[in-house]
């Protein structure tokens, strides 16, 4: 089992930054990709961001040349710049093994509130 812990968000004016973290514990030799995926009412699970253990990131069209995502071996980093009303969501920090079929597993964190005023 891989467990993963959040920290950062919180509230912000239009405009701003905030940055979130995300640190992952237990069985981490399995893990491949990490990322980060918002939720709100409306739009249910979205992507924003993914990495894979080669750093290669990957991001959500509303978030392209705002937010970095970066990694260092089982943490990741989310740096939200230029925050938008609608960036308000919960965050939750993903990691997958890469594998496919039944042999695919997924992890979530608990998320975190990123809320954005004007």
């Known amino acids: 089992q891989v467990q993963l812990v959040e920290s950062g968000g919180g509230s912000v004016q239009a405009g701003g930054s905030l940055s979130l973290s995300c640190v992952a514990s237990?069985?981490?030799?399995?893990?491949?990709?990490m990322g980060w995926y918002r939720q709100t009412p409306g739009r249910g699970r979205e992507l924003v961001a993914t990495?894979?253990?080669?750093?290669t990131p990957k991001y959500g069209d509303p978030v392209k040349g705002r937010f970095t995502v970066s990694r260092e071996g089982t943490k990741i980093w989310l740096q939200m710049n230029s925050l938008k009303i609608e960036d308000s969501a919960v965050y939750y920090c993903?990691?997958?093994?890469?594998?496919?079929?039944?042999?695919?597993?997924?992890?979530w964190g608990q998320g975190t509130q990123v809320s954005v005023s004007s």
């Open positions: 990495i894979t253990h080669l750093n």
């Open positions: 993903n990691a997958e093994n890469g594998l496919i079929g039944p042999s695919h597993r997924n992890w």
């Open positions: 237990g069985r981490t030799s399995s893990i491949n990709v």
